[in-house]
Antibody, heavy 121, light 111 residues
Framework: EVQLVESGGGLVQPGGSLRLSCAAS????????MSWVRQAPGKGLEWVSS????????YYADSVKGRFTTSRDNSKNTLYLQINSLTAEDTAVYYC??????????????WGQGSLVTVSS | QSALTQPASVSGSPGQSITISCTGT?????????VSWYQQQPGKVPKLMIY???NRPSGVSNRFSGSKSGNTASLSISGLQAEDEADYYC???????????FGTGTKVTVL
């Protein structure tokens, strides 16, 4: 069974940094691209970033480019999202998600339970 | 990276059929068959309902169907049930930039 478990969320002051982790199991992690999607409280889904299976290619939404960095450690079956220069607009639940197929553009299924990041002083 | 446009809300009575639209551009919805639909029930994680415009994952009811015409994709739900009450999001891949975009979301209410 595929499992994705996010961790690392919490309360952070504006301007601060945080690293989210997503521990994966139940599949060959390095065979699949992975993605991060966020959802602000009471708002819709927003794609944040994706990374290729090897980790050699990363892609970001314009809203986070230059502040967020996605990486992965295939030896640890773990996906990471480094978030810098946090603002209140970054307050959201951050989901990691696996594509349903081995091709990059495969739809996301399943998703982790999410990790809440709250930016407030 | 503008979001795909969906109606904010759609409602219907039990047993009725409803359709949710999702409008994009030639760079996403209209140019490729990479449209997916997700259902998010209150307090839960999004669930994939339709992929590649018309395909249903195993386990998804055949009351859910997808289609596309030009730059607009649609999700139809027939035989509406109370359990269908949820938020629905469309999504598309943009091959030109290797990015993804979600729709603005539609709240479905079963009257």
């Amino acid at each position: 069974e595929v499992q994705l478990v996010e961790s690392g969320g919490g309360l952070v002051q504006p301007g601060g940094s945080l690293r989210l982790s997503c521990a994966a199991s139940g599949f060959i992690f390095s065979d699949f691209a992975m993605s991060w999607v966020r959802q602000a409280p009471g708002k819709g889904l927003e794609w944040v970033s994706s990374i290729s299976g090897s980790g050699g290619s990363t892609y970001y939404a314009d809203s986070v480019k230059g502040r967020f960095t996605t990486s992965r450690d295939n030896s640890k079956n773990t996906l990471y999202l480094q978030i810098n220069s946090l603002t209140a607009e970054d307050t959201a639940v951050y989901y990691c998600a696996k594509p349903s197929g081995r091709y990059f553009w495969a739809p996301l299924d399943p998703w982790g339970q999410g990790s809440l990041v709250t930016v407030s002083s | 990276q503008s979001a795909l446009t969906q109606p904010a809300s759609v409602s219907g009575s039990p047993g009725q059929s409803i359709t949710i639209s999702c409008t994009g551009t030639n760079s996403d919805v209209g140019g490729y068959n990479y449209v997916s639909w997700y259902q998010q029930q209150p307090g839960k994680v999004p669930k994939l309902m339709i992929y590649d415009v018309t395909n249903r994952p195993s386990g998804v009811s055949n009351r859910f169907s997808g289609s596309k015409s030009g730059n607009t994709a649609s999700l139809s739900i027939s035989g509406l049930q109370a359990e269908d009450e949820a938020d629905y999001y469309c999504s598309s891949y943009r091959p030109g930039s290797n990015t993804f975009v979600f729709g603005t979301g539609t709240k479905v209410t079963v009257l």
